[in-house]
């Protein structure tokens, strides 16, 4: 199904943010729509959107987690840096 890669994103997004709840629609012409889901209704985050479009912005959006870095590569990128 073309929306797994959609719902996966969401599910991500919802993840790396706490407290807060995101949903996706599918709109009528096969756009996506991203939602928040508020105590009063839901609010609108993303105007539907192509597939990639959705996943990309998706995404971006929220809280992003830092990368992990092992000491090994953490000593190899102080050796790239150039000495003075």
Request: aromatic share 4%; charged share 30%; no cysteine.
């Amino acid at each position: 199904m073309r929306s797994t890669r959609a719902a996966a994103a969401v599910e991500r997004l919802n993840r790396r943010s706490d407290g807060r709840r995101y949903l996706m629609v599918m709109s009528g012409d096969g756009g996506f729509i991203l939602r928040e889901r508020l105590a009063g209704g839901d609010l609108e985050i993303v105007k539907a959107a192509t597939l990639d479009d959705f996943v990309r912005l998706v995404d971006a959006a929220g809280p992003q987690i830092a990368p992990r870095i092992s000491k090994n590569d953490a000593a190899f990128a102080r050796q790239l840096v150039k000495k003075t």
